[in-house]
């Protein structure tokens, strides 16, 4: 668990976690807490470049890329930012 994350976002995770496909929800908090946990900030600092570079770094096959884009989704929506984050970019042409 991540201790970055405070109290009001762990809340939010939780209740995403509680409802819908189990398996799938667990993987996508997990997923949340693993990018939170990269940023290595609070997760109220993590802006479009922390985004940028997660991608950038991990390099991450396609499906992958396109699963964690989802969980940032989710958590850009919790955090009550608007629109989206930065998409990544294909490493995996072809």
Request: hydrophobic share 30%; glycine share 8%.
């Amino acid at each position: 668990m991540s201790s970055l994350i405070g109290l009001t976002l762990r809340r939010k995770i939780n209740t995403h976690k509680t409802k819908g496909g189990k398996r799938a929800r667990r993987a996508e908090a997990a997923r949340i807490e693993r990018f939170v946990d990269w940023c290595n900030c609070p997760p109220e600092q993590i802006g479009r470049k922390h985004v940028h570079i997660f991608f950038e770094e991990k390099r991450f096959a396609s499906t992958t890329q396109r699963d964690y884009f989802y969980a940032i989704s989710k958590l850009w929506k919790m955090l009550g930012r608007s629109g989206e984050p930065p998409r990544p970019k294909d490493h995996n042409p072809g």
